[in-house]
């Protein structure tokens, strides 16, 4: 069985594990591509008549793993960004309505934030701005409109419920991770074979690109993350299991 000749065609699916706390962080099942390279730097002496390479040196052993997907969930996002969760968010949102028959009274659907409601007319958007007093969800118009004339009304809304928020700050890092791999390998006699890596340290990149687009494939995020090496100078397994 050993020294079989072995390809690969499946993905890895990926296990992420705190680094600290030695706690599941993320199952990632979804990924499509993911890549492991080790990279490592030679120097060498060199000595005598045209210069020659005579002693070579090896070290700065790390690498990368990369992973291409085209499914995101927030907890992805937080492993990338390293920022805080939480249960609420702010955004501003536009309604098109109407007046009442007196010209002045519009009935919000939600209760905006204070000071933050602007109105203007319909054939106006973003012009001048409507002066209006607010209480509640109801917005009163300093002077009157024609009955039912449409308006356009801007506001901020804040959401408590169904929520999940990642907050990302010029102080945010993503953390360490211990990272386990599972895939198979298939051998020229047709056998499937178990294949597993673990990745002992790794720390994300914190680059992400979120593309939105109405044509072509579904967006994809790529995640890179740097392979380090823990406390007993591990960096990589990589393990095929003989059935």
């Not at 979804?30 to 070579?56: C, D, I, M, W």
């Not at 024609?146 to 506001?155: D, S």
């Not at 169904?162 to 895939?183: A, H």
Request: glycine share 8%; aromatic share 8%.
């Amino acid at each position: 069985m050993s020294n079989q000749n072995l390809t690969n065609r499946e993905v890895c699916d990926l296990i992420f594990v705190d680094y600290s706390t030695r706690k599941p962080f993320l199952n990632l099942d979804f990924a499509n591509v993911t890549t492991t390279e080790l990279t490592g730097e030679s120097v060498f002496a060199y000595g005598g008549k045209g210069h020659p390479k005579r002693v070579q040196f090896a070290g700065e052993r790390g690498g990368t793993l990369t992973i291409e997907t085209q499914i995101q969930t927030v907890k992805l996002w937080q492993l990338i960004t390293g920022g805080e969760t939480s249960k609420s968010a702010k955004f501003v949102t536009r309604v098109e309505t109407n007046v009442d028959e007196a010209g002045t009274a519009i009935t919000l659907a939600d209760m905006p934030v204070a000071g933050s409601v602007a109105v203007y007319a319909y054939d106006d958007d973003c012009g001048t701005e409507l002066a209006c007093t607010v209480a509640d969800k109801a917005v009163t118009l300093a002077t009157a409109l024609a009955g039912g004339a449409k308006v356009v009304v801007y506001y901020m809304k804040e959401v408590r419920e169904g929520v999940q928020r990642i907050n990302i700050k010029s102080t945010s890092f993503p953390k360490n991770f211990i990272v386990y791999g599972d895939t198979v390998m298939k051998t020229e006699d047709d056998e499937i074979l178990p294949y597993k890596l673990t990745a002992y340290k790794v720390a994300p990149q914190g680059n992400l690109s979120l593309s939105f687009s109405n044509t072509g494939d579904p967006g994809s995020v790529t995640i890179t993350c740097d392979l380090l090496c823990d406390s007993d100078d591990n960096i990589l397994d990589l393990v095929l299991i003989e059935e």
